[in-house]
């Protein structure tokens, strides 16, 4: 009788299985975070350390260096409209950029939640006229808004910030206020309220953990939408003013020189697009981390998460 062979001993799989994840690991929103977070890493180090690498005084002029081009006469990036160092205007204007970014994000981040919070828990008559209010703000684009806003402050740092609070308020608002209204259904809201636990407890300890996520992932590309508003605002003479450096100012600066010496306006504008790519880019990658139900095939997950913080406000 012929003998019949022993089946093969089962081999592991799982070496193969984690080195065909490892593909798949540096793809996608990894590698989206990735880059913006070194882009934004790069940005805070030079803000910290620009006193210390910034090749010349950033308020320093010299008339008879007006518009050089790059790479010419110790001026790595060139010369602007009255003979300053744009590199070393650059590096200490990251500072302000870094600044009008963020912190108009967490103030509106911190009234906009709260209030949100409060209509869509409360609800009634304070839901009505918060959303109202809202509605009525969402009426005037952004950058109009904050436009008669700083007209009406005053130019200056301060009045800037404020108006980009006032225009980005709305938005924290609407977002708390529509999931707010989602998980007071829940069980766990409403076991809480049976056992007798107060209102604020239940808002704060057991409803507002759960906002956390969509909070941070919206407020990643908000900050992203506000360096391209704060240097519109500069450009606009409602920021910083002169000899501040100031990116958006620097913008301005050099439409006298667009003929002759292109590069004035053309790296400080680009600085702002890879700053606001920095944070859009980190965004889209911390949103695909905490809802991988989001995930879409690459090309278009990145695309659209680009456009996304322009195109909101003219879509409501």
């Known amino acids: 009788m012929k003998a019949t062979a022993a089946p093969a001993p089962a081999t592991t799989r799982a070496p193969a299985t984690r080195r065909a994840r490892l593909p798949r690991a540096l793809t996608g929103s990894h590698v989206t975070a990735l880059i913006g977070g070194a882009i ?4 805070v180090l030079v803000a910290i350390l620009a006193p210390w690498i910034a090749p010349h005084d950033p308020l320093g002029t010299n008339p008879s260096s007006v518009g ?19 590199l070393s205007r ?36 304070l839901d ?3 959303m109202r209010v809202f509605d009525v703000m969402f009426s005037f684009p952004g950058i109009l808004l904050a436009l008669g806003i700083g007209v009406a402050l005053g130019p200056g740092v ?35 309220g049976a056992l007798g636990y107060s209102h604020l407890r239940i808002a704060f300890r057991h409803i507002a953990p759960n906002l956390l996520g969509g909070l941070v992932v919206f407020a990643t590309l908000q900050t992203g939408r506000n360096v ?11 920021g910083a003013q002169p000899p501040t450096p100031d990116w958006g100012q620097m913008l301005s600066g050099g439409r ?21 790519v920095g944070f859009n880019l980190l965004g889209d990658g911390v949103r695909d981390r905490l809802d991988p139900r989001s995930r879409r095939s690459g ?9 996304t913080p322009w195109t909101r406000r003219s879509r409501t």
């Open 40 to 43: 934004l890493a790069v940005t």
């Open 90 to 125: 650059l590096m200490h204007g990251t500072r302000l950029a870094l600044l009008v970014a963020v912190l108009p994000t967490l103030l509106a981040l911190a009234i906009g939640g709260c209030l949100g919070l409060l209509s869509g828990y409360v609800g009634g008559w």
């Open 256 to 276: 006298a020189l667009l003929v002759t010496a292109p590069h004035v306006a053309t790296i400080p504008g680009l600085a702002i697009v890879v700053l606001a």
């Open 158 to 192: 301060t009045s800037m910030v404020i108006a980009m609070v006032v225009v980005t308020v709305p938005e924290f608002g609407r977002i708390v206020r529509g999931n707010v209204v989602s998980l007071r259904q829940e069980q766990y809201v409403e076991a809480a």
């Open 128 to 130: 009505s006229f918060l």
């Open 68 to 86: 050089l081009g790059p790479f010419s006469g110790g001026h790595l990036l060139g010369t602007d409209e009255v003979g300053r160092d744009i």
């Open 299 to 307: 090309k278009t997950r990145g695309a659209r998460a680009l456009l």
């Open 228 to 238: 391209i508003l704060g240097s519109s605002l500069a450009f606009l003479g409602l």
